[in-house]
């Protein structure tokens, strides 16, 4: 062998130990908000129920995988309820985000669900998540107001009123878009931070419709040390569909799990 081909195959020998010592594999990379957050979806519902969550659940699903801020376990039946909203149920939870839910949804112990989200945890409603425990007025309160009514749907110029939070900052001013509009018996006004409102009636057929008025559909408050989110939008699959609605949602979440 002569002296090159040698000074060859040190070479090789060099560069193969230098690859050698590198990692076989890399690192994987953390998120940068830390681990998904684990976040209960309930869709079980004891009254009307939206065609639309359907929509909702595979919408929540690709947030959940496009976003890495949370990891959805969905909760869909009266069974579902009985093993997932219980204190064991609830170990590991990060937050619970009610979407289209309706009527008594059975949690076994209702008091130890709301001082569960009072300890720090994240709670959040999708439209008629207040049409929801009409009989659990602590629920109510929790949640900052209860359905009343509605009209027929209709198209709404929204205003936003807080365009820091992150559930208003990706939305333009107003904000057109058509929905079932919902009333509630009180206004929430007093009791929580109002994201979204209108200033007029909705033109809902009703015989108030265009009069000036009061009339939050989202808003976010706390209860003990937990944060609350409700948005009165998403009777409607064009609604879950709009990429508008998606990061008023994504916004929320971000707020009420405590992400960056
Ligand atoms: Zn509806």
């Not at 639309?52 to 690709?62: C, D, F, G, L, Q």
């Not at 969905?74 to 219980?86: G, K, P, S």
């Amino acid at each position: 062998m002569d002296f090159p081909l040698m000074r060859l195959a040190a070479c090789v020998l060099a560069m193969a130990t230098v690859c050698c010592r590198q990692p076989a594999t890399p690192t994987p990379a953390t998120p940068p908000g830390g681990p998904a957050k684990r976040l209960v979806v309930v869709t079980h519902t004891t009254g009307f129920r939206h065609d639309s969550i359907a929509t909702a659940e595979a919408v929540i699903t690709r947030l959940a995988t496009e976003s890495a801020l949370f990891a959805p376990v969905f909760c869909r039946t009266a069974a579902d309820v009985a093993r997932l909203l219980t204190p064991s149920g609830l170990a590991e939870t990060d937050g619970v985000f009610f979407v289209n839910t309706t009527g008594n949804l059975g949690i076994a112990d209702l008091p130890a669900f709301l001082a569960w989200i009072g300890q720090g945890r994240a709670f959040l409603g999708a439209h008629s998540a207040s049409d929801t425990y009409h009989d659990a007025p602590e629920y109510l309160a929790m949640l900052g107001a209860e359905f009343d009514t509605h009209g027929d749907q209709t198209t709404v110029d929204i205003r936003v009123e807080d365009t820091a939070h992150p559930a208003g900052a990706p939305l333009p001013s107003p904000w057109r878009i058509f929905d079932e509009i919902y009333e509630f018996r009180a206004n929430p006004r007093a009791r929580v931070n109002v994201l979204l409102s209108l200033d007029r009636h909705p033109n809902d057929g009703h015989a108030a419709a265009g009069q000036p008025g009061d009339f939050p559909l989202a808003w976010y408050r706390t209860h003990g040390n937990g944060r609350v989110f409700y948005t009165a939008l998403g009777h409607r699959d064009e609604v879950w569909n709009d990429t508008r609605f998606q990061q008023h949602l994504l916004g929320a979440l971000r707020w009420a799990l405590g992400a960056p």
